[in-house]
């Protein structure tokens, strides 16, 4: 889809959030300029490689991740002659993506105010910390830990753990993207300039969704529980099979137990009076995950799954990246691009599809 193929971005975001923005609109055909900073070699994520990458190669995958279908120019913005040639870039583009430190906006002169009297229809895409004032570093697991996530993360007898990817840099991408769309909607009325302001701290927050709601209703204060849904049951239970393969249950029904029940050969649970309403499994929760675990280690995985399918039983195979990248499904969202002389592979930031 080349829906945003007459738009120009100019991106002056690093580390992950900002450039998510950035190549989404990439993706959906924009003229993207990521501006990046000369004086420190660039983007840092440029330089966050797993041991085993190659330290010479000029991006890391985690930096290829974020980036895509943009031209990347050096730039010191210090310098009068490189900061006169970003405002003629300014002066014909739709968006500005942006991710400073509170107050470095203001002394580059790179703020809403400025910009917007460059250019009058340009759309500010801003993402922030905690808030405008709050000088606070504002690094993923930082956020996880500020926002509740932390805290309800990993197995009882665990300390609180962070979750494998910078959720709150990917939830506030989503936030801005979703601003900046209203903002174009807003602009294509009056040409006015708007200002999209995007903190990670309430990206953050407004993704707690029904955890926020458990709490603010009930006064449930949500624990360690590893994968288990708080209100259903059997859900987010993992259970060995006889070949060493995980599975996870997703049972959000009574009619789904009952299926489950029969599909195990354990056709006696349906009747126990612990396990007849989602209510009162919920409460009897460990005895229920007993009675499953054993009956999933009588079979291999490749014998459960199809029984599960054919009896619509909500569950997943629990995969490791190589085993989700050998479905045909997942192999269609992988994007490839040449790299400064690198070969770079990410996935796509755009998952919808639009058809009429």
């Not at 950035?22 to 959906?28: I, N, R, V």
């Not at 029904?210 to 209703?217: F, G, V």
Request: proline share 4%; net charge negative; hydrophobic share 40%.
């Amino acid at each position: 889809m080349q829906i945003f193929q007459e738009l120009k971005v100019i991106e002056l975001s690093s580390v992950l959030a900002g450039p998510l923005v950035g190549t989404f609109f990439a993706e959906l055909g924009a003229e993207v300029i990521k501006i990046e900073n000369q004086m420190t070699g660039g983007d840092v994520t440029r330089k966050w490689k797993l041991p085993e990458e190659n330290p010479n190669a000029p991006v890391s995958a985690y930096y290829a991740a974020a980036n895509f279908g943009k031209k990347s120019i050096f730039k010191n913005l210090k310098i009068q002659e490189d900061y006169e040639e970003l405002m003629t870039w300014i002066t014909s583009a739709d968006i500005v993506l942006v991710n400073f430190k509170p107050g470095d906006a203001q002394k580059l002169q790179l703020d809403f105010d400025t910009l917007s009297r460059v250019n009058s229809s340009l759309i500010y895409g801003e993402i922030i910390g905690f808030a405008d004032e709050d000088p606070r570093v504002a690094y993923d697991v930082v956020l996880q830990a500020e926002t509740g996530y932390m805290s309800m993360n990993g197995q009882a007898d665990s300390p609180p753990l962070k979750m494998p990817l910078a959720m709150m840099d990917i939830l506030a991408a989503h936030q801005l993207k979703e601003g900046i769309l209203c903002a174009l909607l807003e602009r294509a009325k009056d040409g006015k300039a708007r200002k999209v302001s995007v903190s990670l701290y309430e990206a953050g927050v407004t993704a707690l969704a029904n955890q926020a709601s458990n709490w603010l209703m009930n006064g449930h204060i949500p624990q360690r529980i590893g994968s288990l849904h708080p209100n259903i049951a059997p859900y987010g239970e993992t259970f060995p099979c006889e070949d060493g393969k995980w599975l996870v249950l997703a049972v959000g029904s009574d009619r789904q137990f009952e299926k489950l029940c029969q599909v195990l050969g354990l056709s006696a649970l349906i009747a126990d009076a612990r396990f007849e309403t989602n209510t009162v499994r919920v409460q009897h929760r460990t005895a229920l995950t007993g009675y499953l675990k054993e009956a999933f280690l009588k079979k291999p995985s490749s014998q459960w799954v199809p029984l599960l399918l054919d009896n619509q039983v909500p569950f997943g195979q629990i995969k490791n990246m190589k085993e989700v990248f050998e479905e045909d499904q997942a192999n269609q969202m992988i994007l490839e691009e040449d790299m400064e002389g690198l070969s770079t592979k990410r996935v796509k930031t755009v998952a919808f599809k639009i058809t009429g």
